[in-house]
């Protein structure tokens, strides 16, 4: 049980206090301060919000339990909940149920909250993510223990998918059946709601809103992520400015520049050697079988059932991509600077992604890096490449950061030494907070 610094504070009163002191950094000059200290307020606010969501759930799991917004005229501990913190409708419901599940058998992932360790978005992914294993205690608490220890590396997103996947592995028949009926109805949903509009905006130009479903998306970003890579600038190749286009206005030249290639040439734009298509990893008996069953996901994260990329699949080729095997040619020795789209390929099925700890730049917006440069003899081949994004090719090439490639196959990168002469580890994933 905590204990209150001054006599006859209650936690109300202490965090009032709190609030006074937190509320005076609004007058911080921000931009007297060093990159250090602004890395360092940010990992502190961070820890100061799973803090402060751990004592919530245990105030409100209280209110609950006792009814004391029901006694003070609220319909539910939720309604009261809403009003106050002014939040969406329906969120207040979700942070009754947090509170419930933290106060009740998932004690670990309150304690963890509580310390800062995860963020309080990690913690409804832990909850959901258990609720979904079989009922088993033991069961339930070595997966959330599992979890727990995934979240020191992974964003929200990421652990999510960890979460599935843990599911999946536990109890594979039932998380299929449930995914794919799920799949199938936003699918059909996301299919007959589909629309695009472009109107007038009033201010001389227009405004573009759409939706549509999983499956044209992936073929939207195939066709326009390749010709949204930044532009440098200016007539001197050795004073060339960084592209002043954020995103959105690169995807928006893309949609643009997509549409005038159609018209005036009625052919797509080239991407990696190859004209745009969508990449799907998907099982082949799934794509097989013919069965609405099994999913498969695309090359930037989007996951489709299998139905969708049997559908894709219609005006498509297969290309199997065997690491290694017979069905393309990884290795193109030294003839070759250039990546082949064979080995590209295989080396987005290998990585998927950046693979730069927790980076998870899609490779359309990659490169191939050479672990050992073609001009110093390194082979134009996988076991000798990894999929970098700009910003972390240029890294690995200025910095001591070193890339290499395990005994497994995969990449792996080496810190620098934080003194010199110090030995390092290899590491995949980086933690939250370093």
Known sequence: MAILSDHGSGPAELLGRATVEVASLSEVLWAARTDAELLEVGVAVAELRAVLAAVEAGAVAEVEARGAAKRAGWGSTADWLTHVGGLRRGAGRRVVRRARALTGDRCATAAALADGAVSPEQADVVLDAVEELPGAP?????????????????????????????????????????LEAALDREERAAHLGRFLTVTDDGAGGVRVKGRGSV?????????LLPLTRPQPTGDDPAALKADPRDHGARLWDALVTTAQHALDTGLPPASHGQVPRVAVTIDLDDLRDGLDVGEGEAEDGLRLSAAAVRRLACDAGIVPVVLGGESQVLDVGRERRRVTTAIWQALVARDRHCAFPSCTRPP????????????DGGPTSLDNLVLLCGHHHRLVHHTPWQARIAADGRPEFLPPPRRAGQAVQPIRHRPRRE
Do not use: N, Y
């Not at 499956?215 to 066709?223: H, Q, S, T, Y």
């Open 364 to 375: 359309v917006m990659c490169h191939a890096h050479h672990l050992v440069h073609w001009a």
């Open 138 to 178: 033991l069961l339930r608490r070595r997966g959330e223990t599992h979890l727990l220890e995934q979240a020191r590396c992974l964003d929200a997103t990421d652990l999510a998918r960890a979460g599935r996947h843990l599911a999946q592995v536990v109890d594979p028949d039932r998380v299929e059946r449930r």
């Open 215 to 223: 499956e044209d998306g992936a073929i939207l970003r195939a066709a």
